[in-house]
């Protein structure tokens, strides 16, 4: 599918063009003859979308009439349009190297017809000829490949944030969770659209065993797009990246089923008609990946969740999507006892403690959205979308440890203490919202503009508080009372109004200079809560040079907002040892000022594809909202109370190391820096390097063994004793290291299965795997449990996170 891509698009492209040019020509020469001779000629217009067996676009697929010079070339998504000369009947053609060629009989053509085709692979050897290329990247959003992401050794069963973890500029410090940072942000300034609805994650998750399924079905995925900063008005206020989702529409009926020790899922899509249907079902369980954390106990996680995506298309210019989503991830836990060794070579130390207690926690999530997109014409589109998220969670636990601190080599206790903790965490949120976009395409202009209304209701009712006793006397230690170290009661609830509106437009133009593609445009937004408005205006700019078409240059600036969210709101305050929260009506949006400038320089080795790829950053931050990080937990401030700055610089080489499949490296080094109170702190995503390395490769002289590996090393994050401020974060956690890697065979290839008969004949693809996960073993920390002995000297213990695993796992399509 990928030789000879190079070649086919360039010259595609330029019998495109020329045919464009000749048609032009022609039909200005038959123009004139008509009127000589007063005979009518029928011009029609045929548009659609090309796709292969699994539904997935076809881009440079060569559209032709016989006998015209009409004809065109599909786009990255798989879409063509063209006009062309009617007649009694018009044989159309597709054609693209690699798959079985199609033809097209329309008898008597009128008007703007659609035809969408699927080209099945052809299944020949193309013996030596190999040429392929890489997709370049105009703009500041990439196009990331879906092909491997049901054989990727996937620890959390989120393999989408998995693969966007390994891009440049990304890095993760907890293979539990699907969360990740970008460029110095933090979790929550990461923006999530399916089909174009933003998606939100639970407030209430405070670690990576919590975690269930994301709303992200990689089974149903057909599209994903990443942008790491510069991105356009069309996405949310969000100040990081954007992650934009787009589910397939089956051309055909197709299914998978997969299984391995952490869980299960069924896809199922077909179309009948008009009308196409995917849907899929997941389970998770990843209870024996939490056996080989230190605290043993008896883990009970049990993530499931079900989806469907209904498209219905009754005429040409009508289309109704609809997805429906629930899930129920409960997680319970009953911890027994824990032994970790810290400390230094010359002064090892170690903790012994015992659990009595239990944690039980659940989160329930239902998801709805509805779209009706009408085309206006062949130039214009209006979509009209209304959408409903809730989430329920429920967060409790009481749980008590007896704990003994030694020195390792001399067993001389340092402390002897209980801690309890204890927690009654509920909260509700539900969001609304109705939009409507319109998208306009005259000439070399794409303008697409959309307006928004969220309606956001949020009810919290918090209790924590936790205990600690170190040899008889409480920790803080009074003489008259039996104080608790933390304290913690809130009960909220807010109902608010948000109004969104963007304009932007896309000019892409070819001049002698080179290629431009360029982006501009403004968002505004309200909030009713704390009556802001914001306007946020972005641009950028793509260049190819003609004097040297490997060269794109890049460069995007433009205001970003950091929107709050409920958790941006709440402000702590401490009054004799209890701490309540209020919510802060005076909060404002984070701002940052971003100007992110790039390069790509596409090359050859060996005759296999590669592109060198450069990004420079810089983001100027104001009336930042500090917060601090515990695991995965992030708890703001509450105050516009810092401003700051992150600057950084990310390079990747992404490209067939191996012929036939895409493997990537990629450096970053970056720094984020803040002034809080007049001090200045690092960040609390302050990474100052990380490297991502993703790597596949077929076994010499068969395509039957594939290999994949994931390797990640992030600079260790700052951190401090807990309930504290960042002023206090006086220390680094170590470099997260770790490298995953999965062995994969094929048991049966598509080519194979059209040789079969009976049910055999329905067994597309199957391929059976075998995962290593922490392939070298390496402790990596996950968050600190901090000791604290009578004379108030206060231990850091690390929490560390999975050890060496083998999962095996089966995957069949149908």
Known sequence: MKHLIAFVSFLSLTLAALAQEVTNVSQDSSSVGVDSVKVKSVSCTLSGRVTDEDGKPLPLVAVKVEGQMAGGVTNLDGHYSFDFQSGDSVVVGYSLMGFERKKKVLVRPQGKLT??????????????LTVTEVRRQMGSTQELSTEDLKRLPSTSGNAVEELVATQAGVSTHNELSSQYNVRGGSFDENCVYVNGVEIYRPLLVSSGQQEGLSVINSDMVERVQFSAGGFAVQYGDRMSSVLDITYRRPERHEGSVSGSLLGASIYDGFKAGKMSLSQGLRFKSNRYM????????????SFLDYQAYLSWTPSKSWTIDVIGYISRNSYRFKPKDRTTKFGAMDDPKTLNVFFDGKEQDLFRTLFGSLSLTRALGSRSKLMLGASAFYTKERETYDIQGQYWLDVAEVSEQLGVGTYMEHARNLLTSKTQSVRATYSFHPGEHQILSGLQWKHEVVRENTREWEFRDSAGY???HTEDRLPLIYNLKSKQSIASNRLDFFLQDTWRHEASAGIFSINYGARLSHWSWNKETIISPRASIGFVPAANDNLTFRLATGIYYQAPFYKELRDTITADGATIVELNRDIKSQRSFQVVAATEYKFRVAERPF??????YYKAQSRLNPYNV?????????RNEGSGYVAGIDFKVFGEFVPGTDSWISFSLMKASMKLHGKTIPQPTDQRWNINFFFSDYFPGTERWKMTMKLAFAHGLPFGPPHSGLERYAFRAPAYRRVDIGMSYRLLRPVESRRRTGFGRNLRDAWIGLDCFNLFGLSNVSSYLWITDITNQQYAVPNYLTGRLINGRLTIEF
């Open 474 to 476: 409480s920790i803080p």
């Open 630 to 638: 515990d695991n995965v937990k992030v708890v703001y401030y509450g």
């Open 611 to 616: 592109k060198f790829t450069t990004e420079a």
């Open 115 to 128: 035809w969408n085709v699927s080209l099945r692979s052809s299944g020949t050897d193309m013996g030596e």
């Open 290 to 301: 939490l056996g080989s954390l230190q605290t043993k106990g008896e883990y009970d996680p």
